[in-house]
C-alpha cells in the first residue's frame, strides 16, 4: 500500500513545505497518545533526514512531556487539494528551549513569534508515503492569527506567567522542563 523510504527527497520536501498544516504524534511508554494539529510557518526540513519546528505557546505541552520520557515522534502532511497523498516522517527527536545554544541557532529559520517555547529536532529514519484517497478536498483561506496576536499581546512575562500555570505538566502529569 505504502512505499518506505530511509530519507527525504527532493519532492517529498517538496509536498512538506507546500502545506498548510500538520500533525504531530507523541506517546510516552504510559499515559495517553497525543495527536496535535500545527499551522503557520512553523517547519524546516533542515536535511534529508532532519526537520525542525517551532513549538508555540499553547494550552498544553504534551509533546515537550512524551519526548523526556520517549523521543519517538511521527509528523504526518496531508494533500488538502491537488493529487491525493499521504506522508508522515518517523524518527526520534530532541526538544530546545530558549536557554539552550541549537534554540538560538534555529530561530532564525523561523518568522519573529513572541509565542516561541520550543524547537523540536527531528532525526527522521523513515518516510512513508501513502494514497491519501480518503482524505477531503478542503480549501486553505488563510493563515489564522489568533495565537500569535494572543502571544504578541501577552507579552514576555505573561507568557513565562502562563507557561508556570499551563504548560509544566502534561495531563498525565510528566514534567516538560519548560521552566528549568
Known amino acids: 500500500m505504502g512505499k518506505k523510504f530511509a ?97 538560538q541557532v534555529y530561530i532564525e529559520l523561523f518568522p519573529k513569534n513572541a509565542g516561541a517555547r520550543q524547537i523540536i529536532e527531528m532525526d527522521v529514519d523513515l518516510v512513508q508515503v501513502s494514497c491519501g484517497f480518503a482524505v477531503p478536498f478542503m480549501d486553505y483561506k488563510e493563515e489564522r492569527n489568533t495565537l500569535n496576536d494572543w502571544a504578541e499581546n501577552q507579552g514576555e512575562e505573561k507568557i513565562k506567567e502562563y507557561w508556570k500555570h499551563k504548560n509544566t505538566r502534561s495531563i498525565d502529569g510528566f514534567e516538560t522542563n519548560i521552566l528549568n
Open 7 to 103: 530519507s527525504i527527497d527532493v519532492e517529498q520536501r517538496t509536498f512538506i513545505e507546500n502545506q498548510h498544516i500538520f500533525f504531530v504524534g507523541t506517546a510516552a511508554c504510559e499515559g495517553r497518545v497525543n495527536v496535535s494539529p500545527k499551522g503557520t510557518d512553523s517547519l524546516k526540513v533542515i536535511t534529508e533526514n532532519k526537520v525542525i519546528w517551532l513549538n508555540l505557546t499553547g494550552s498544553g505541552n504534551e509533546t515537550a512531556a512524551h519526548l523526556l520520557k520517549n523521543a519517538r515522534m511521527t509528523l504526518m502532511f496531508c494533500a488538502f487539494d491537488g493529487k491525493p497523498k499521504i506522508l508522515r516522517l518517523y524518527g526520534n527527536a530532541k526538544i530546545y528551549h530558549k536557554r539552550d545554544e541549537a534554540f
